[in-house]
């Protein structure tokens, strides 16, 4: 009888497992919040804690998965003394729930990575655990504990009575400890108080206990070893030495959400794998009866093709836009499939806010709206990190000390706000809060210290909310780890842009921000408009088009700088022309025998004259930056009707770059 391959449930153990996590996190919150705020539903939630562990705990055992197993056996054990009532849920016990949670995040990245799962984290974690359960000898009995390369060790040795009358030394003990490492003597302890006259003092009897540090990547077992032939006559003691230079945490600084959302891999608290989808049953069935439509309407073009004359030409066409119909819903069908409420990516926010709340010393609630708002998979993956930069700075920077806050006539509660809408074909993302705004003082400051602006130059509220969006640009006078070291909202900017989207923001001083983030629902297909430039052929998304028409030559005017606009609907409108943006030859030059048509490029309204109107169609859009290398302005290209190339126009860049020709 074959044995069954258990590799093959590892993806569904992994992503389970998440999910558990990212749900005893919840629960941990909520049961902080109602430590804060007494309440009846806290047994609920320790049980949801204990079952998530227990789940875990069992999968990890089940696919041989000791360190982890062994972990989270100890924690649950924990989750038991809570559950019935024999320890309580303080807020410093929650504090390392959490800090556990972390923990296990990591060694299932490393059990999926095939590294040592275990390490000093993992293991000070565990010895912890274990000692307030009162077994401080199960500290080493992970199964590869004594195999784990460590920063060091902390050792408590203290002689009996007899260990100098069996003729061991503890100077010669210390001498073997050296041969691995650098030894430090931290401290030494007086064991005989009072300190006996010199004609009573027993030369067998042990007057001394010391606290060692010794450093260095060292096994426990060559540690224990040295102590072998004194067991039973010493108390003796061996810890993980707590070295941050190294990556180690101690006890009361574990790693938070706040300190590693901003590094690369960390799953503060949602998940979203790359290689896997989970689909709802309901989106499955709507593909399987599209699939059989379209199986129908082939088998049918297949009937009129073998037997085709000129009378069934009406039937034939009837098939094709029969299957023109099937294949757009089709098409739906798959989109929706990869469709995900962006509550995933929302879900690592309250964790992320509630650890900077501690760090800052600042108290602030969140707000979240729209967690039900359907993003694109992609775009969801991609989303994370300048939500995470966003956040951020808007505790750090935007939200006052509650003091501050006070002073200025506020509730010292601060309000953060995260709320995701669709809105013409777009999602759109918005973080706001009620704090002190862009303070244009020190943005002007620094803007003229660094040349972006020149001394006394006017400036309104937009075009200074531009400032903090360059490179560089940081108001702070020292570098801290959450902000100010000139990295941050550049590279918001830049990585919405890779996702075809736009950030801006609007800020009142003294009253807050909002920035927002408008993103295409999906990366893969969109509604173009393909228009001809020359020899070449552009296509407009048509969720950016506002309207089409053609100009007289009156109704432009030049204006200072080289630009020129145009009159629509009662306003002034800036003129791009594509040819001039991307060097088309050819292109028509006279304003009224071409096509201006009007985008909307970031809130802004312009009009790109193009030579005419191909058609609009729907386009699939494929990377130019993959196949050849990134352009400004076009954000990707597709393969038109008959075979040739057309690419995808990115409006937003190509104002941005006709803004910079013109400078120039």
């Known amino acids: 009888m074959g044995t069954v391959d258990l590799t093959q449930f590892h993806q569904v153990f992994y992503d389970e497992s998440l999910e558990a996590l990212d749900g005893m996190e919840e629960a941990l919150l909520a049961l902080e919040h109602g430590v804060q705020n007494p309440g009846a539903d806290a047994p609920e939630r320790v049980n949801a804690i204990f079952r998530a562990a227990h789940s875990i705990k069992g999968g990890a055992a089940t696919f041989g998965f ?84 460590v920063a060091g060790w902390r050792i408590h040795f203290r002689p009996r009575a007899n260990l100098l009358r069996s003729g061991n030394d503890p100077l010669r003990m210390f001498r073997e400890l050296a041969r691995y490492g650098a030894l430090v003597v931290k401290q030494v302890q007086v064991l005989q108080q009072p300190r006996p006259a010199f004609a009573e003092l027993d030369p067998t009897a ?9 450093h260095g990547d060292i096994k426990r077992r060559d540690v224990e ?28 600084a574990a790693p938070s959400a706040a300190q590693d959302a901003d590094k690369p891999g960390r799953e503060a608290g949602a998940h979203t794998d790359a290689g896997s989808i989970r689909v709802g049953i309901g989106k499955v069935d709507a593909l399987i009866d599209m699939v059989g439509e379209l199986v129908i309407t082939q088998s049918m073009l297949g009937n009129i093709g073998e037997h085709f004359s000129m ?66 998979k992609t775009v969801l993956e991609k989303i994370g990190d300048p939500l995470v930069h966003l956040v951020r700075n808007a505790i750090d920077h ?61 400036l309104d509220d937009q075009e200074i909310a531009e400032l903090i969006f360059q490179a560089g640009f940081s108001t702070n006078k020292e570098a801290t780890d959450l902000s100010g070291r000139g990295v941050g909202m550049d590279v918001v900017r830049r990585n919405v842009r890779d996702l075809g989207g736009s950030v801006n923001v609007r800020s009142r001083e003294g009253q807050g921000s909002t920035f927002t983030i408008v993103l295409p629902l999906t990366l893969a297909i969109i509604d173009g408009l393909t228009t001809a430039v020359g ?56 304003v009224e025998r071409g ?32 196949h050849y290398q990134r352009i400004e302005g076009i954000s990707g290209a597709t393969i038109a009707n008959d075979g040739g190339v057309a690419l995808i126009v990115d409006v937003d860049g190509v104002v941005r770059a006709s803004a910079r020709r013109r400078a120039a």
């Not at 042990?206 to 010794?214: F, G, N, Q, R, S």
Request: some cysteine; glycine content about 10%.
């Open 66 to 149: 000791n360190d982890l197993a062994a972990f989270t056996h100890v924690l649950e054990s924990l989750l038991d003394e809570i559950r019935s009532n024999r320890r309580a849920a303080d807020e410093e016990m929650i504090e390392l729930l959490l800090q556990a949670g972390d923990c296990m995040r990591g060694m299932l990245t490393r059990t999926r990575a095939g590294t040592p799962v275990a390490d000093l984290t993992s293991e000070s974690l565990r010895a912890r655990f274990a000692a307030m359960l009162g077994n401080p000898a199960a500290a080493a009995a992970s199964p590869q504990a004594s195999e784990l390369p």
């Open 206 to 214: 042990p007057m001394l206990a010391w606290e060692l540090e010794l």
């Open 225 to 252: 070893g040295v102590f072998e032939w004194v067991e039973g006559d010493c108390d003796l003691a061996i810890e993980l030495l707590h070295d941050r230079r190294a990556g180690e945490v101690p006890q009361d």
């Open 311 to 376: 009378d069934r030409l009406g039937r034939l066409q009837e098939g094709l836009a029969q299957l023109e119909r099937t294949t757009r819903e089709l098409q739906d069908s798959v989109m929706r499939i990869r469709m995900l409420p962006i509550a995933a990516v929302f879900n690592r926010f309250p964790r992320l806010v509630r650890d900077l709340e501690h760090r800052l010393g600042k108290r602030v609630r969140l707000e979240l709206r729209g967690e039900t708002t359907e993003v694109d």
């Open 398 to 458: 935007g939200l006052e000390t509650p003091a501050a806050r006070v002073a200025a006539g506020k509730p010292e509660t601060g309000v953060l706000r995260l709320e995701a809408r669709h809105e013409d074909g777009y999602v759109v993302v918005e973080v706001s809060d009620d704090g002190g705004g862009l303070r244009h003082g020190p943005i002007i400051a620094k803007a003229v210290e660094l040349g972006l602006v020149s001394p006394g130059q006017e």
């Open 535 to 590: 020899g070449e052929r552009y296509i407009i998304p048509l969720v950016s088009i506002v309207e089409s028409l053609q100009l007289k030559a009156r109704s432009v005017r030049h204006v200072a700088g080289g630009g020129e606009v145009f009159h629509f609907r009662e306003e002034w409108l800036p003129l791009v022309r594509l040819h001039e943006v991307f060097g088309c030859a050819g292109a028509e030059t006279a």
């Open 595 to 626: 096509i201006v048509v009007v985008v909307d490029a970031g809130g802004r309204r312009v009009g790109l004259l193009v030579d005419a109107l191909v058609g609009q169609q729907q386009v699939v859009i494929k990377s130019l930056e993959a």
